[in-house]
């Protein structure tokens, strides 16, 4: 059955995961980008091989895994580098996303993915929801969350589309600058309109 697609897309640190994570638990399949994106890198994957084959052995850990750190360093320093990973990976994402898509089975389908308009895959969608935060809030809350430095952040937002442009291709909005409830209350709403689109775009 032809699925009724959400994009849920946000900046770095605005909740993307805790928006998701609370519509699995309302029963709806969630096709997550960031969880493919290390899939397609797993130990042995063709895609691990040709970044050891192009950026050198050092990448991997003792276990054969791939430093995520170390490439994360490499990508987000240097605009070639990131050009030239993204580029590979992500048609390799791309197909792995519509293949997840289409076994969806709920009576709708959130694809959750931070390089949603990046990489036009809200052509795929029926609808894009973006949960929206201060950039000063992104910040602190992945320093809270990661190992990372605000440099290394505002080095990624400045590879995502701006604030500005991701609320521009909204059909949806939640704030996310408040407490967890208040994001899941925002999501209760959406969901019941989500249900009522779905079960008339499939009748149309
Ligand atoms: C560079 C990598 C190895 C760093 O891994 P790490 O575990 O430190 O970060 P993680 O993957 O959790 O990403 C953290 C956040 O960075 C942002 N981000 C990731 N990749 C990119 C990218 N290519 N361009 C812009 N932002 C990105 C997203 O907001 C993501 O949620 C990893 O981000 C990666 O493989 N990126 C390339 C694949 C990709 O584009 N993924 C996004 C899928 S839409
Ligand atoms: N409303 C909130 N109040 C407090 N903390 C929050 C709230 N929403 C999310 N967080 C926390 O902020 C951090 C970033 O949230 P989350 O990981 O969901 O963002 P994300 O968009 O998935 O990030 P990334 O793009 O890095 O995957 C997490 O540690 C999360 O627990």
Same mark, same amino acid.
């Given at each position: 059955?032809?699925?009724?697609?959400?994009?849920?897309?946000?900046?770095?640190?605005?909740?993307?995961?805790?928006?998701?994570?609370?519509?699995?638990?309302?029963?709806?399949?969630?096709?997550?980008?960031?969880?493919?994106?290390?899939?397609? *890198?797993?130990?042995?994957?063709?895609?691990?091989?040709?970044? *050891?084959?192009?950026?050198?052995?050092?990448?991997? !850990?003792?276990?054969?895994?791939?430093?995520?750190?170390?490439?994360?360093?490499?990508?987000?320093?240097?605009?070639?580098?990131?050009?030239?990973?993204?580029?590979?990976?992500?048609?390799?994402?791309?197909?792995?996303?519509?293949? =997840?898509?289409?076994?969806?089975?709920?009576?709708?389908? *959130?694809?959750?993915?931070?390089?949603?308009?990046?990489?036009?895959? !809200?052509?795929?969608?029926?609808?894009?929801?973006?949960?929206?935060?201060?950039?000063?809030?992104?910040?602190?809350?992945?320093?809270?969350? !990661? =190992?990372?430095?605000?440099?290394?952040?505002?080095?990624?937002?400045?590879?995502?589309?701006?604030?500005?442009?991701?609320?521009?291709?909204?059909?949806?909005?939640?704030?996310?600058?408040?407490?967890?409830? =208040?994001? =899941?209350?925002?999501?209760?709403?959406?969901?019941?309109?989500?249900?009522?689109?779905?079960?008339?775009?499939?009748?149309?």
């Amino acid at each position: 059955m032809a699925n009724y697609i959400v994009g849920l897309t946000g900046g770095i640190g605005s909740g993307k995961s805790a928006a998701s994570d609370y519509f699995a638990t309302l029963g709806i399949d969630i096709v997550d980008a960031d969880v493919i994106a290390r899939e397609v *890198v797993s130990p042995g994957s063709p895609c691990l091989k040709e970044i *050891v084959k192009h950026f050198g052995d050092h990448l991997l !850990d003792d276990q054969g895994a791939l430093n995520r750190k170390a490439l994360r360093q490499l990508v987000f320093n240097n605009e070639e580098h990131k050009q030239w990973l993204n580029n590979l990976l992500h048609p390799a994402i791309r197909t792995r996303i519509l293949e =997840q898509l289409s076994h969806a089975s709920s009576p709708y389908v *959130v694809l959750v993915a931070p390089l949603l308009l990046e990489n036009n895959l !809200d052509r795929f969608c029926q609808r894009v929801l973006v949960i929206d935060v201060p950039e000063s809030l992104q910040v602190q809350r992945t320093l809270e969350r !990661d =190992q990372t430095s605000a440099q290394q952040v505002e080095a990624i937002m400045a590879s995502q589309v701006t604030r500005e442009q991701r609320l521009a291709h909204a059909d949806d909005i939640v704030r996310n600058d408040g407490s967890l409830a =208040q994001l =899941q209350q925002q999501i209760n709403h959406l969901h019941g309109l989500y249900q009522q689109q779905a079960s008339s775009w499939q009748h149309d």
